[in-house]
């Protein structure tokens, strides 16, 4: 089996899509309440900022005794989030269990629990690239125009075509990042 994680900051839910290998489109297993936020809307850009990131991020690290249970580790920052950020982004954020954060997504213990399985279960079977994409809102064009005076706009821009992507063919897409730091599609 494979794994795919979608979050949403408004909607306060993490996604579970999962897929038999060699099957063309991912399925959604479950969607779990985030227990807890932090921040607003908007990218992570300096350590210390409370924020939860935005964008195109892969699951790196399994912490089976977290200090919140158990936890999954991203690779934050990436190379968008080191473009963009300040010379101190941050570092350590995490999905993990319990209700408390400062930049993490808590999706209580019995949710990481589950989450965690899925995610070790697929990294078992061969899954090496586990990813998880953490949107500000479903990016649709409605929402896209409800938010388009938003000082992180022109970000959330280059973020609504991985989104679109998803949505339509129910696979992640390609996405890579230019020296501008802005998220392209290919």
Known sequence: MEV???VFKIGRRLEAWGRNQGDATFQLLRAYPLAATSGSLGPKRHEGDNQVPEGFYRLDRFNPISTYY???G?????ASDRALGGPNPGSHIFV???DVTVGCLPITDDGIQEVYLLALEARSAGQQDLQIHIFPFEMNAQNMERYRQNVHYSFWQ???PGF?????HLT???????TTGRYVVR
């Open 96 to 98: 993990h269990g319990s």
């Open 4 to 6: 795919f994680f979608r």
């Open 158 to 160: 280059s973020l609504q």
């Open 164 to 168: 679109a992507y998803f949505d339509e």
């Open 70 to 72: 158990m936890s999954l």
């Open 172 to 178: 992640p897409a390609v996405v890579e990042v230019e």
């Open 74 to 78: 991203l690779d934050y920052p990436n």
